[in-house]
């Protein structure tokens, strides 16, 4: 998991250069989305980068909720079910909250 942590930090600060260079080229420009034929696709890209930048946040939140729940004993427990998750979901979703059958009768 630790690993995972390390690489999703990563890729926020990848992301977060990404997305400032793409403001910072376009601080000086004026872009009118409506006529300007590149603004439509720098607000595109803007927005795109965005939202990568802030599923990765939300998986390093999830990454850090399965690390509090491995200090207090409850990882790897289903939160639906209370059975356990098996270990090669785990390997392949770290964060996981649920076993599988769990995850696919839908949310709790």
Do not use: W
């Not at 403001?23 to 803007?46: C, L, M, Q, Y």
């Not at 200090?71 to 996981?96: F, H, N, T």
């Amino acid at each position: 998991m630790a690993a995972e942590r390390a690489a999703t930090l990563g890729q926020i600060a990848a992301l977060s250069r990404e997305f400032e260079g793409i403001v910072a080229a376009n601080a000086f420009v004026a872009i009118d989305d409506e006529h300007d034929p590149e603004g439509s696709s720098t607000a595109f890209e803007r927005a795109h980068v965005a939202s990568l930048l802030d599923r990765a946040r939300e998986h390093l939140t999830e990454l850090d909720r399965a690390l509090e729940r491995l200090e207090q004993g409850d990882y790897g427990k289903c939160v639906k079910c209370g059975e356990p998750i098996p270990r090669e979901r785990l390997e392949v979703r770290p964060a996981s909250t649920m076993c599988v059958r769990c995850a696919a009768s839908g949310p709790r």
